[in-house]
């Protein structure tokens, strides 16, 4: 196994298009990123050293007091609305928009 293969990333996004919040998260990134349509942006690109399966977990646990939320409330802040967690190489394995995971 290589070295980028145990890292991963959470890359971020503003995809100008309101029927991201109609389709499953797959879907956003097959028809607006892997297309490369007009109104999508890469906002970051944050790097981490743990697996893509811890990333996500610390992710889907939503712990808002965390400086991983409160990076993720930054982008947002910023323009971003999707996110997405990925080895370094390779396809996401999960993503969220991100106004919902800012909410409770």
């Not at 990134?29 to 944050?46: A, E, L, M, P």
């Not at 981490?48 to 409330?73: A, C, G, H, Q, R």
Request: hydrophobic residues 45%; glycine residues 4%.
């Amino acid at each position: 196994m290589l070295k980028e293969d145990i890292k991963s990333v959470l890359a971020f996004y503003a995809i100008d298009d309101e029927s991201i919040f109609e389709i499953s998260i797959k879907d956003v990134w097959t028809k607006f990123v892997i297309s490369k349509v007009d109104g999508v942006t890469c906002r970051n690109i944050f790097h981490s050293e743990l697996t893509p399966t811890e990333l996500l977990e610390l992710v889907k646990n939503k712990d808002m007091s965390s400086d991983l939320f409160s990076d993720i409330k930054s982008e947002y802040d910023l323009g971003a609305n999707v996110l997405f967690v990925s080895p370094v190489v390779g396809e996401p394995i999960d993503g969220f928009l991100i106004h919902q995971l800012l909410s409770h």
